[in-house]
């Protein structure tokens, strides 16, 4: 079974760092480009950034370029989420979604994990 | 970047009904070399993350309900869900993936119970 578990989220001030990780298991995670994707409270979805099978080659939404940076490790199944300098409107759920081997659509999500930027 | 909108924002449907949704991009997702559509719709209900429905624009997802349809081409979608359940109670994205990795989504849609 598919499974993606993030973690890491909660409260921080604008300004501050926050560190999230996806632990997936069920497929052979360095395979799959991956993906961020966040949802603001009550708001729509909003795709963040991606990573290459290999991590060799990430894009980013011009609005988090230079603050945050995707990575994985195939080694532990595990993709992350570097973000500094957060701002107030960083906070969201932030879900990691991977790619569908033979299209760019998301195929499986996990559950989210909540970011809060509050002073 | 594609701009994604959908319409309408919210319709409430009778059980048993069929409920209508429109998605249009603003320029094409249709890839012509291999003539499909770079267009997908998730379902999601409150609480949770989104569920992929349909792909290349018309593809039902392992899973699905054929009660779920998707339709159209170039820049103009629909997703239809015919004799509509209580449990199909969701908002509902269209997603672009032609411009990889500049991905965008719709607004959503919500979908009530009349």
């Not at chain 2, 509902?92 to 411009?99: G, K, L, M, P, R």
Request: hydrophobic share 35%; glycine share 10%; net charge neutral.
């Amino acid at each position: 079974e598919v499974q993606l578990v993030e973690a890491g989220g909660g409260l921080v001030q604008p300004g501050e760092s926050l560190r999230l990780s996806c632990a997936v298991s069920g497929f052979t995670f360095s395979s799959f480009w991956m993906n961020w994707v966040r949802q603001a409270p009550g708001k729509g979805l909003e795709w963040v950034a991606d990573i290459r099978p290999d991590g060799g080659e990430t894009s980013y939404v011009d609005s988090v370029k230079g603050r945050f940076t995707i990575s994985r490790d195939n080694a532990k199944n595990s993709l992350y989420l570097q973000m500094n300098s957060l701002r107030a409107e960083d906070a969201a759920v932030y879900y990691c979604a991977r790619e569908k081997l033979d299209g760019g659509t998301f195929d499986f999500w996990g559950q989210g994990t909540l970011v809060t930027v509050s002073s | 970047d594609i701009v994604m909108t959908q319409s309408p924002a919210s319709l409430a449907v009778s059980l048993g009904e069929r409920a209508t949704i429109n998605c249009k991009s603003s320029q094409s997702v249709l890839y012509n070399s291999n003539n499909k559509n770079f267009l997908s719709w998730y379902q999601q209900k409150p609480g949770q993350p989104p569920k992929l429905l349909i792909y290349w624009a018309s593809t039902r997802e392992s899973g699905v309900p054929d009660r779920f349809s998707g339709s159209g081409s170039g820049t103009d979608f629909t997703l239809t869900i015919s004799n509509l359940q209580a449990e199909d109670v969701a908002v509902y994205y269209c997603h672009q993936y032609y411009n990889t990795p500049f991905f965008t989504f719709g607004p959503g849609t919500k979908v009530d119970i009349k």
